[in-house]
C-alpha cells in the first residue's frame, strides 16, 4: 500500500511528495525551544484568558468579585473558630490570627491552583480541540488567574496583619520574592497535574485529600513548632524541606515579628525555596511539553 | 526510475508541479478509536479492583476502526467535500488532518497547522460573544492590535447582533445556530493554510449559509485549501469542486463533485 503514487504525474510516493514541499507530520510537537518561542506570542493570550477566567467565575453570583477577598475572610474566619477558639490551638502564640490568615493564603495559593491544574486540559477539551495554542497556556493562565487571586488576599491580609498589632517593618519587602518563588513553583506543579489529570480523570477525586493531607503537614492551622516537638527527629528533617512549609514561613517571618523558622536558618529557607521553584518550574515544563501532542485526544 | 522522474521533473511536469501545490498528503492513515463504554458490562468495585490487581484491561474498553486506509493528496487552492452517510468516519478523518487524532498506521503530512472548525467546539459559555471572540482570535495567534481591528468585522460578519445586542451578552445565552455562527465567523477571520469546516454550514440560517459560503470561496482563492464535511449536499455542490466519499472509513469514491454526488445520490436512495 506504501508506495502508491500520491500524484501520477510526478511519480512519488506520499511521503516523498511531502519531504518535497516540505509537508510535516500533523499534530508534530515542537522542538522545546520553538514551543517556548510560541508560548512567548502566545502571551497575549495567556493574560486574556487568564483575565476572562477570573471573570467567568464570578459571573453567576450577585456580589461579583467581592467573592475575591470574601472567600478567603470566610475561610479564615471559621478556622479560627475551630483551632483558634475550640481546640485552642492559639496557646503560646502572640498573634495566632494574623499566623493562622497568612498560613491560610499562601497555602490557599497553591491549593487552588492545583485543584483547578487538574482539569486544566480535561476541562478545556472543547477549546484544545477546535484551536490549535501551545497548551502549556492553559496551566500558566490558571496559575495567573490565581495570582491575580492572591494580590486580593493580600491586600486583606495585610490589613489583618496591622489591625492585630503587628508593625510595618522593611522585612515586609521578603514577601515580594517569597511570593514569585512560590509562583513559579505553582506554575510547575499545575503544568504536572494538567498532563497528570489529562489521562487520569480520577485525579480530579484523589487531589482534595492529597491537599488536605498535604495542609496539616505545612504547619498553616497551627504552630510549626509542634513537629518539632512531637514528631521523630528524621520525620522534622523532612518536613523541613516540605515546598509549602517553606513558602508559608518565609511569607510569616517578613510579615510577623515573634515567629520562629522550623531548622533556625534563614538562608537554607531561602535555598530551599528556590530550589523548589527552579526544579518544579523547568521540571514541570518539561514534563508538560512532552506530552504536548496527546492533548485533546481520546 | 530515476531517470524517469528526471525526465519528468525537467520536460513535461515540471510547470505542473510549480502550479499545484499540495498542502495535506494523507498515505494510508488507519485512526483507531479506544471507547470506554462506562457504565456498560461489569463495573462493581469488587471486579474493577481485580482488574487492576490482575493489571488486565477493562472489558469496557472498545476498539473503533474508524478509518481504514485512507490515500490523498490535496493542493493549494482545492476545496474538497467530504461526504458519506453518519459514522462512515468524517469527522475522524478530519480531526486526523488537523493533528488532534493519532494515526494508528500510516501518516498524515500538512502545510502549516491546520484548523479544524467544528460545531461543538465550545468556547466560553460564562463569557460574553465580543469577549469570546477576541480569545478565540489571540488563541489563534493574532496580536492584540489585529485582534481589536478584526472584532466589529467578526461581529458584523456573524450576524448575532440582528436581534439586538447579543455581543455583550455570555454566550449560553446564544441558541444554538447563533454560537455555530459565531465560532465559523472567528474562524474565518483569519488566514488559514488549511482550513477544516465539520458541518458549521448547515446551522446558520439562509442569509448567513450564503455569507459563509462566500467566505470559504475568498479563503480558498487566498491560496488556502478547504475541507468541507456536511450532509447538506447542496452546501457541498455550491463550494467544493472535488469531492471524497468515505465509506465504512474507505474511500468509495473521489473526484469531480458532481460525479460524486451523483453516485452518492444513487447509493443512498437505493437503500
Same mark, same amino acid.
Given at each position: 500500500?506504501?508506495?502508491?503514487?500520491?500524484?501520477?504525474?510526478?511519480?512519488?510516493?506520499?511521503?516523498?511528495?511531502?519531504?518535497?514541499?516540505?509537508?510535516?507530520?500533523?499534530?508534530?510537537?515542537?522542538?522545546?525551544?520553538?514551543?517556548?518561542?510560541?508560548?512567548?506570542?502566545?502571551?497575549?493570550?495567556?493574560?486574556?484568558?487568564?483575565?476572562?477566567?477570573?471573570?467567568?467565575?464570578?459571573?453567576?453570583?450577585?456580589?461579583?468579585?467581592?467573592?475575591?477577598?470574601?472567600?478567603?475572610?470566610?475561610?479564615?474566619?471559621?478556622?479560627?473558630?475551630?483551632?483558634?477558639?475550640?481546640?485552642?490551638?492559639?496557646?503560646?502564640?502572640?498573634?495566632?490570627?494574623?499566623?493562622?490568615?497568612?498560613?491560610?493564603?499562601?497555602?490557599?495559593?497553591?491549593?487552588?491552583?492545583?485543584?483547578?491544574?487538574?482539569?486544566?486540559?480535561?476541562?478545556?477539551?472543547?477549546?484544545?480541540?477546535?484551536?490549535?495554542?501551545?497548551?502549556?497556556?492553559?496551566?500558566?493562565?490558571?496559575?495567573?488567574?490565581?495570582?491575580?487571586?492572591?494580590?486580593?488576599?493580600?491586600?486583606?491580609?495585610?490589613?489583618?496583619?496591622?489591625?492585630?498589632?503587628?508593625?510595618?517593618?522593611?522585612?515586609?519587602?521578603?514577601?515580594?520574592?517569597?511570593?514569585?518563588?512560590?509562583?513559579?513553583?505553582?506554575?510547575?506543579?499545575?503544568?504536572?497535574?494538567?498532563?497528570?489529570?489529562?489521562?487520569?480523570?480520577?485525579?480530579?477525586?484523589?487531589?482534595?485529600?492529597?491537599?488536605?493531607?498535604?495542609?496539616?503537614?505545612?504547619?498553616?492551622?497551627?504552630?510549626?513548632?509542634?513537629?518539632?516537638?512531637?514528631?521523630?527527629?528524621?520525620?522534622?528533617?523532612?518536613?523541613?524541606?516540605?515546598?509549602?512549609?517553606?513558602?508559608?514561613?518565609?511569607?510569616?517571618?517578613?510579615?510577623?515579628?515573634?515567629?520562629?523558622?522550623?531548622?533556625?536558618?534563614?538562608?537554607?529557607?531561602?535555598?530551599?525555596?528556590?530550589?523548589?521553584?527552579?526544579?518544579?518550574?523547568?521540571?514541570?515544563?518539561?514534563?508538560?511539553?512532552?506530552?504536548?501532542?496527546?492533548?485533546?485526544?481520546? | 526510475?530515476?531517470?524517469?522522474?528526471?525526465?519528468?521533473?525537467?520536460?513535461?511536469?515540471?510547470?505542473?508541479?510549480?502550479?499545484?501545490?499540495?498542502?495535506?498528503?494523507?498515505?494510508?492513515?488507519?485512526?483507531?478509536?479506544?471507547?470506554?463504554?462506562?457504565?456498560?458490562?461489569?463495573?462493581?468495585?469488587?471486579?474493577?479492583?481485580?482488574?487492576?490487581?490482575?493489571?488486565?484491561?477493562?472489558? /469496557? !474498553?472498545?476498539?473503533?476502526?474508524?478509518?481504514? #486506509?485512507?490515500?490523498?493528496?490535496?493542493? *493549494?487552492?482545492?476545496?474538497?467535500?467530504? %461526504?458519506?452517510?453518519?459514522?462512515?468516519?468524517?469527522?475522524?478523518?478530519?480531526?486526523?488532518?488537523?493533528?488532534?487524532?493519532?494515526?494508528?498506521?500510516?501518516?498524515?503530512?500538512?502545510?502549516?497547522?491546520?484548523?479544524?472548525?467544528?460545531?461543538?467546539?465550545?468556547?466560553?459559555?460564562?463569557?460574553?460573544?465580543?469577549? /469570546? !471572540?477576541?480569545?478565540?482570535?489571540?488563541?489563534? #495567534?493574532?496580536?492584540?492590535?489585529?485582534? *481589536?481591528?478584526?472584532?466589529?468585522?467578526? %461581529?458584523?460578519?456573524?450576524?448575532?447582533?440582528?436581534?439586538?445586542?447579543?455581543?455583550?451578552?455570555?454566550?449560553?445565552?446564544?441558541?444554538?445556530?447563533?454560537?455555530?455562527?459565531?465560532?465559523?465567523?472567528?474562524?474565518?477571520?483569519?488566514?488559514?493554510?488549511?482550513?477544516?469546516?465539520?458541518?458549521?454550514?448547515?446551522?446558520?440560517?439562509?442569509?448567513?449559509?450564503?455569507?459563509?459560503?462566500?467566505?470559504?470561496?475568498?479563503? *480558498?482563492?487566498?491560496?488556502?485549501?478547504?475541507?468541507?464535511?456536511?450532509?447538506?449536499?447542496?452546501?457541498?455542490?455550491?463550494?467544493?469542486?472535488?469531492?471524497?466519499?468515505?465509506?465504512?472509513?474507505?474511500?468509495?469514491?473521489?473526484?469531480?463533485?458532481?460525479?460524486?454526488?451523483?453516485?452518492?445520490?444513487?447509493?443512498?436512495?437505493?437503500?
Amino acid at each position: 500500500m506504501a508506495n502508491l503514487l500520491a500524484d501520477p504525474d510526478s511519480g512519488l510516493t506520499p511521503a516523498q511528495l511531502a519531504a518535497r514541499h516540505g509537508l510535516r507530520v500533523a499534530g508534530e510537537r515542537p522542538s522545546i525551544g520553538r514551543y517556548s518561542g510560541q508560548l512567548w506570542r502566545y502571551r497575549h493570550f495567556i493574560s486574556a484568558y487568564a483575565h476572562a477566567k477570573l471573570t467567568a467565575s464570578f459571573s453567576n453570583a450577585r456580589l461579583g468579585q467581592l467573592w475575591q477577598v470574601l472567600t478567603p475572610l470566610t475561610n479564615a474566619a471559621v478556622y479560627y473558630l475551630i483551632f483558634g477558639l475550640v481546640l485552642e490551638q492559639n496557646r503560646g502564640m502572640d498573634n495566632f490570627i494574623a499566623y493562622l490568615t497568612t498560613g491560610l493564603f499562601i497555602f490557599n495559593f497553591t491549593q487552588v491552583s492545583v485543584q483547578q491544574g487538574t482539569q486544566a486540559i480535561s476541562g478545556n477539551l472543547g477549546l484544545i480541540r477546535a484551536l490549535h495554542f501551545p497548551r502549556a497556556c492553559l496551566p500558566l493562565a490558571i496559575t495567573a488567574t490565581q495570582f491575580q487571586q492572591l494580590l486580593g488576599s493580600i491586600v486583606v491580609l495585610l490589613a489583618i496583619v496591622v489591625a492585630t498589632g503587628e508593625p510595618i517593618t522593611l522585612m515586609w519587602l521578603m514577601l515580594v520574592p517569597a511570593v514569585l518563588l512560590q509562583t513559579v513553583f505553582n506554575a510547575g506543579l499545575t503544568m504536572v497535574v494538567a498532563r497528570l489529570g489529562a489521562k487520569a480523570t480520577d485525579l480530579k477525586q484523589v487531589m482534595p485529600f492529597v491537599l488536605r493531607a498535604w495542609m496539616y503537614g505545612s504547619g498553616v492551622l497551627y504552630s510549626v513548632n509542634l513537629f518539632a516537638e512531637n514528631l521523630p527527629g528524621w520525620a522534622t528533617a523532612v518536613v523541613q524541606f516540605n515546598p509549602m512549609l517553606v513558602y508559608i514561613e518565609l511569607a510569616r517571618i517578613s510579615l510577623l515579628e515573634n515567629t520562629h523558622l522550623l531548622n533556625d536558618s534563614l538562608p537554607l529557607t531561602w535555598l530551599i525555596a528556590l530550589g523548589w521553584a527552579a526544579v518544579a518550574g523547568l521540571g514541570g515544563y518539561f514534563y508538560f511539553w512532552r506530552g504536548e501532542q496527546e492533548y485533546g485526544r481520546g | 526510475m530515476v531517470n524517469l522522474e528526471m525526465s519528468n521533473d525537467v520536460t513535461v511536469t515540471f510547470p505542473r508541479i510549480q502550479e499545484r501545490i499540495p498542502t495535506v498528503v494523507v498515505d494510508d492513515a488507519h485512526v483507531v478509536y479506544r471507547v470506554h463504554k462506562g457504565a456498560a458490562g461489569n463495573t462493581s468495585p469488587v471486579a474493577a479492583f481485580k482488574r487492576m490487581v490482575t493489571r488486565t484491561n477493562a472489558p /469496557n !474498553v472498545r476498539v473503533v476502526h474508524a478509518v481504514r #486506509g485512507v490515500t490523498f493528496t490535496a493542493y *493549494r487552492g482545492e476545496a474538497i467535500g467530504l %461526504i458519506g452517510t453518519n459514522g462512515s468516519g468524517k469527522s475522524t478523518l478530519l480531526r486526523a488532518i488537523a493533528g488532534l487524532l493519532p494515526v494508528e498506521q500510516g501518516a498524515v503530512y500538512t502545510q502549516g497547522q491546520p484548523s479544524l472548525l467544528g460545531v461543538n467546539a465550545a468556547l466560553l459559555n460564562d463569557l460574553p460573544g465580543e469577549r /469570546n !471572540v477576541t480569545l478565540g482570535c489571540l488563541a489563534m #495567534g493574532m496580536s492584540p492590535a489585529e485582534v *481589536r481591528r478584526k472584532l466589529p468585522e467578526i %461581529i458584523e460578519f456573524s450576524g448575532i447582533n440582528q436581534r439586538g445586542d447579543f455581543a455583550s451578552l455570555p454566550m449560553r445565552t446564544y441558541s444554538s445556530g447563533m454560537s455555530a455562527r459565531l465560532r465559523f465567523s472567528i474562524a474565518a477571520a483569519k488566514q488559514h493554510d488549511v482550513l477544516l469546516i465539520d458541518e458549521a454550514l448547515a446551522t446558520g440560517d439562509k442569509a448567513f449559509r450564503k455569507r459563509s459560503e462566500q467566505r470559504v470561496r475568498e479563503l *480558498r482563492e487566498s491560496a488556502g485549501t478547504v475541507f468541507l464535511v456536511s450532509h447538506q449536499l447542496s452546501s457541498v455542490r455550491d463550494t467544493c469542486e472535488r469531492t471524497i466519499w468515505l465509506e465504512s472509513g474507505e474511500i468509495r469514491m473521489d473526484g469531480p463533485t458532481p460525479e460524486v454526488l451523483a453516485a452518492y445520490e444513487a447509493f443512498t436512495n437505493g437503500k
